[in-house]
């Protein structure tokens, strides 16, 4: 009971993350000739070296041994890791140095967990007029707290599957590696083209070449990579099509409301984050998140999706966040970057507006 009474909105894992990133964002513009390395685009290595760079580069490498393990696209675990390639986080630090005020990543989070106490504190009121008022008011607070606790638990069951894929990951190129060197691989990458049982006979059974037409493989690959996942699939395999009804009079985009509020900026659409970065203020728009997409939570004023609903990852973060979250069957392609938007969070409604 002491744990959830005590729990905060920052002992969410992913919203940790995304304080402690805002941490370093702060360290750098401490530092003038980190922050210049960094708008640069110099290595860690070279950062190090400049004034204030050791103590950024410290705190780096720290973030990187306790979040490193994490990936944009990480269930897929050929994607590279972190602490493979921080480029993104190096490049959510960058853009938070051009627009972002020192320690606002902090005085954001207070903000939400002082209005989720007052919330507590209105539904303690308004408990306490019903019947049996005195016992509903004891309730409510506790219910209150158990339930935040219990939503943020998704994260932490991402987290520890995290940490697994990635050990898998070692594990896969570690086996990689030695078909290379022993001349039966030409690339270590192509081992993703094997599945488990064929990369165990290519590793059991060294003197008998596994006959697979890897350049096959890789056609099929890129063609599935360009297919689109159905919104829903039933257990019986049927996909349903259909819109989704709504009594909403607008000329903008309908869709699911999973996080209140509303917010207004230019979109940023991207397809991957492994090579992208969002500016403060930006409404990010994306075919879906997953907490590889969390540092570019730093930086966005809004959420809108292809995929998901309630209890998806961005929408749980951008509740936990405070920002605005639609989900909307096709944003990606029916939004553009640059195009002013208003995310209404509250409607389900994307609306489109004049610069």
Request: net charge negative; charged share 30%; glycine share 8%.
């Amino acid at each position: 009971m002491c744990t959830i009474v005590e729990w905060e909105l920052r002992e969410n894992v992913t919203t940790a993350m995304m304080i402690e990133l805002g941490d370093i964002t702060d360290i750098t513009r401490d530092n003038p000739q980190v922050e210049r390395a960094l708008k640069e685009g110099r290595s860690l290595d070279e950062i190090r070296e400049v004034a204030g760079g050791e103590e950024f580069t410290t705190a780096f490498e720290n973030f990187l041994d306790e979040y490193g393990f994490r990936a944009p696209a990480e269930i897929e675990f050929s994607h590279p890791r972190y602490h493979e390639d921080p480029s993104p986080l190096l490049g959510t630090v960058r853009a938070k140095l051009e627009t972002g005020e020192p320690g606002d990543h902090r005085t954001h989070v207070e903000r939400l967990e002082t209005e989720a106490e007052r919330a507590i504190t209105r539904l303690e009121r308004q408990a306490s007029r019903e019947r049996f008022g005195s016992i509903r008011r004891r309730l409510v607070r506790p219910f209150a707290l158990r339930y935040r606790s219990y939503l943020s638990m998704r994260e932490v069951t991402k987290y520890a599957l995290s940490q697994l894929l990635d050990e898998t990951r070692r594990q896969v190129l570690a086996a990689g590696e030695k078909l290379e060197r022993d001349g039966r691989l030409e690339d270590v990458n192509d081992v993703w083209l094997y599945d488990f049982d064929e990369l165990l006979s290519e590793l059991s059974n060294p003197d008998t070449p596994t006959d697979i037409d890897l350049d096959t493989r890789r056609a099929e690959q890129f063609h599935h990579q360009q297919l689109r996942a159905p919104r829903v699939i039933t257990s019986d395999g049927e996909i349903p099509r259909g819109g989704i009804a709504s009594d909403v009079d607008t000329d903008g985009l309908v869709g699911i409301p999973t996080a209140s509020g509303v917010a207004e900026g230019q979109a940023r659409v991207i397809e991957e984050p492994s090579d992208a970065t969002l500016e403060t203020g930006e409404i990010l728009v994306a075919p879906h998140t997953d907490p590889g997409w969390t540092p570019l939570f730093l930086n966005a004023a809004g959420l809108v999706t292809n995929n998901g609903g309630k209890m998806t990852h961005g929408s749980i973060v951008a509740r936990e966040y405070g920002i605005p979250s639609v989900v909307v069957a096709g944003a990606t392609k029916q939004i553009e970057t640059g195009q002013r938007i208003r995310v209404d969070g509250n409607r389900g409604v994307v609306e489109m507006l004049k610069d």
